[in-house]
């Protein structure tokens, strides 16, 4: 079983950066496409930023779109989350989760797998 855990979450504020990460208990981090993911207060859990096992392809929501930016580091087993320019509407857990199925060139926010358990962002002045 695929363990996640997220790590750089804290307190920045508006205009600040913080970069997440996602450490994955797996050598062979390229079998799995991995996004993230956020949930606010009161609001549904929505989808990033995701990054496919190959090539490198990357999908960001419209929200973030120039502010974040996902990579990753299969030899290290972890995948990383950017994000820069922080507002106040970016505070919510964030989570990563990663997916087996699907093309190895693509990514998506659906048919996640395996999830970890959070790291609260917090953006505030």
């Known amino acids: 079983q695929l363990q996640l855990v997220e790590s750089g979450g804290g307190l920045a504020q508006p205009g600040g950066s913080l970069r997440l990460s996602c450490a994955a208990s797996?050598?062979?981090?390229?079998?799995?496409?991995i996004g993230w993911f956020r949930q606010a207060p009161g609001k549904e859990r929505e989808g990033v930023s995701c990054i496919s096992r190959r090539a490198g392809s990357t999908k960001y929501a419209e929200s973030v779109k120039g502010r974040f930016t996902i990579s990753r580091d299969n030899a290290k087993g972890t995948v990383y989350l950017q994000m820069s320019s922080l507002k106040p509407e970016d505070t919510a857990v964030y989570y990563c989760a990663a997916a087996t199925r699907g093309s190895p060139y693509y990514c998506d926010f659906y048919g996640m797998d395996y999830w970890g358990k959070g790291t609260l962002v917090t953006v505030s002045s």
């Open positions: 797996t050598l062979t981090l390229d079998a799995y496409s």
